[in-house]
């Protein structure tokens, strides 16, 4: 059973950055995709970046510019880099592993961007 355990959630002002961490247990890293997603309160879960096995990475248009997915695969952990934080950033991030046959998720970590 893959596990996947997010870290590098908090508190931030408006303008400030985090970087969000995601280790993954289990051998199939290297072939997953990894992607990051959030859902803020009352909000449906969208998907924040994604990252390709083969390092193709696509971002939703409102943290196009801000935000950097990244992986290391020696490490089996995917980041995600928010720069110049909003507001509207303000929702708990979760990682999330995908495969042809699988489809993991992490537990969450929560960004708390204040004005």
């Known amino acids: 059973q893959v596990q996947l355990v997010e870290s590098g959630g908090g508190l931030v002002q408006a303008g400030g950055s985090l970087r969000l961490s995601c280790a993954a247990s289990?051998?199939?890293?290297?072939?997953?995709?990894m992607g990051w997603y959030r859902q803020a309160p009352g909000k449906q879960r969208e998907l924040v970046a994604i990252?390709?096995?083969?390092?193709?990475?696509n971002y939703a248009d409102s943290v196009k510019g801000r935000f950097t997915i990244s992986r290391d695969n020696a490490k089996s952990t995917v980041y995600l880099q928010m720069n110049s934080l909003k507001p509207e950033d303000t929702a708990v991030y979760y990682c999330?592993?995908?495969?042809?046959?699988?489809?993991?998720w992490g537990q969450g970590t929560q960004v708390t961007v204040s004005s």
């Open positions: 999330n592993e995908n495969g042809r046959w699988y489809d993991y």
């Open positions: 990252i390709t096995s083969g390092g193709s990475t």
């Open positions: 289990g051998r199939i890293f290297s072939i997953s995709s």
